[in-house]
């Protein structure tokens, strides 16, 4: 069975660093072709893909939000990571990691609960 | 970057309608489309990939069709726990973008 669960502050002032840890069981992120996304949304609105990991930590990010995101893993403990510099309030949302099953196609096919964050002084 | 412009943003429908999303990407994404489902305050589930493909455990209710840069998801025979948002991904390339979703609501 297949699960995975978001972790963060849940509030941060602007300017800090955000750090979320994703923390999933059911499969490796040492086996081929498996990768693990984030994916955020603001109370309200649609979905907005981040950055994704792969099984040999090939990462890709979102141009959108430059150089402000950095994804890492540790395969031992079952986790994978993301963090956002210097954050305003914009980035106050719904933060969600997921699952990504092979190579040819990207889709996320087990997400988890999700985890609130708010960004505010 | 590919786009993905879904329409409409949102359509009212009664339980027993069928009931149709379109997802445009602005290139040819050769079938690399994802639909899911998102229930108000749940996660997305993954209901159809590779444009047609029904995940595992989805109701034959849904169906997709599409190839190059248009794509639809059809839903027939409405059911109330049909009422949700729907979003179309591009599975093809980086950054895999998500459409702006149709909210379907209960008319």
């Known amino acids: 069975q297949v699960t995975l669960k978001e972790s963060g502050p849940g509030i941060l002032q602007p300017s800090q660093t955000l750090s979320l840890t994703c923390t999933f069981s059911?499969?490796?992120?040492?086996?081929?072709?498996?990768?693990v996304g984030w994916i955020r949304q603001p109370s309200g609105k649609g979905l907005e893909w981040l950055a994704n990991?792969?099984?040999?930590?090939?990462?890709y990010y979102n141009p959108s939000l430059k150089n402000r995101l950095t994804i890492s893993k540790d395969t031992s403990n079952n986790q994978a990571f993301l963090k956002i510099t210097n954050v305003d309030t914009a980035d106050t949302a719904t933060y969600y990691c997921?699952?990504?099953?092979?190579?040819?196609?990207?889709?996320?096919?087990?997400w988890g609960q999700g985890v609130m964050v708010t960004v505010s002084s | 970057d590919i786009q993905m412009t879904q329409s409409p943003t949102s359509l009212a429908a009664s339980v027993g309608e069928s009931v149709t999303i379109t997802c445009l990407a602005s290139e040819d994404i050769y079938g690399s489309l994802v639909w899911y489902q998102q229930k108000p305050g749940k996660s997305p589930q993954l209901l159809i990939y590779g444009a047609t493909i029904l995940e595992d455990g989805i109701p034959s209710r849904f169906s997709g069709s599409g190839s190059d840069t248009q794509y639809s998801l059809k839903i027939n025979s409405l059911q109330p726990e049909d009422f949700a948002s729907y979003y179309c991904q591009n599975g093809l390339s980086t950054p895999w973008t998500f459409g702006g979703g149709t909210k379907l609501e209960l008319k």
């Open positions: 059911g499969f490796s992120l040492s086996t081929y072709g498996m990768g």
């Open positions: 990991i792969w099984w040999d930590d090939d990462k």
């Open positions: 997921a699952r990504i099953e092979g190579t040819m196609m990207v889709l996320f096919d087990y």
